[in-house]
């Protein structure tokens, strides 16, 4: 069992920046691959991004690249999702999700996931 439990969200101005983290129970964090999801208001839950437990290789959503840098620490079971230059269609609630035996790429279009935090929000203003 992965227990995820996200932080760092919050109010901020347009062309801000937050960093969120989601720390993980269990001894085996180091062989997840672990993403970040967003579901904004009246939409569906859309993938933001992803990271390889093998090389800790990324893989982005367009509409973040360049902008959300996503980074995991092991020895603190944690993943980190940095954002910088936000807009206000980044406003929502971020989630962290963890998979084995996949990769970053594949959590991207996966239509189910191992484990889920119980997001954090994040609002974005003009």
């Known amino acids: 069992q992965v227990q995820l439990v996200e932080s760092g969200g919050g109010l901020v101005q347009a062309g801000g920046s937050l960093r969120l983290s989601c720390a993980a129970s269990g001894r085996t964090f180091s062989y997840y691959v672990m993403g970040w999801f967003r579901q904004a208001p009246g939409k569906e839950r859309d993938f933001v991004a992803a990271i390889d437990w093998t090389d800790n290789s990324a893989y982005y959503a367009d509409s973040v690249k360049g902008r959300f840098t996503i980074s995991r620490d092991n020895a603190k079971n944690t993943v980190y999702l940095q954002m910088n230059s936000l807009k206000p269609e980044d406003t929502a609630v971020y989630y962290c999700?963890?998979?084995?035996?996949?990769?970053?790429?594949?959590?991207?279009?996966?239509?189910?996931?191992?484990?889920w935090g119980q997001g954090t929000q994040v609002t974005v203003s003009t």
């Open positions: 999700a963890a998979d084995r035996f996949t990769t970053a790429q594949r959590v991207a279009v996966k239509a189910t996931h191992d484990y």
